[in-house]
């Protein structure tokens, strides 16, 4: 086996570019490092396979000066120097450019709720702990306040809510969503959630359910055909099925 040494300065910065990557990097090696020990590391920052992978050196000025295919030579054996770049070629066809770049393809862990809200160690734990937020202590007089503003939301839902009649045509509004039509079903409380619903049969398959929620029968529809909204979306009104122009002789 052919010997090697080591010439220039034991340590070289350098910088890290790739074929399967548009990011860049600086790093520092030993030049004791023989290239098949170089090209495990490499492998560790660029995700190229050490079997599939050549070694290119450029200068300062974007030069070809050397390749470094033999895995038994040393570092300090290629002309490389402070400031030049080592770039890594990938060729192994089942690692594609961008495979490393895109995180939508990284499985992302998402804790529950009741998990976080058991931990100690977390910003939650501590905001309770220090009754910071949603968690401080308030004024007597800011809980009366507080309490007096719910219960008006909830009187002035109740007499929106009775203000609405089953069998009704209605049209319901609400945020970011298209106006939908349809016949009042529903008026009341429900189990799913607090306050007072308005239950809709739609015109149109525009709905979440049946008429149906949590296992709960509140009125009759097809599937898709049925919603629940709050009262102050729902319109009662002359609001006839919309006719979408279609005549009998036009298809």
Known sequence: MTE????????????????????????????????GALKMKLELITGCPTAHMDLQVFTKDNKLVATMNNNDALLGSYPVDDGMRIHVVNKDPSVQVGDFEDVSKVEKYEMKD????????????????????????????????????????????????????VGSRCEVRTANAPAKRGEVMYVGLTDFKPGWWVGVKYDEPLGKNDGSVAGKKYFECPPKYGGFVKPAFVTVGDFPEEDFGMDDDEM
């Open 4 to 35: 090697f040494s080591v010439v220039t300065a034991p340590v070289v910065n350098v910088q890290i570019t790739s074929s399967l990557s548009s990011f860049g990097s600086e790093k520092r090696f030993d030049k004791s490092l023989t290239i």
């Open 114 to 165: 009741e998990e976080y809200e058991k931990k100690q160690d977390s910003v939650l734990a501590w905001k309770k702990r220090n009754k910071l937020g949603r968690f401080a202590e308030k004024s007597e007089e800011e809980q009366a306040r507080e309490e007096e503003e719910r219960k008006q939301k909830e009187r002035a839902e109740e007499e929106a809510a009775k203000a609405i009649t």
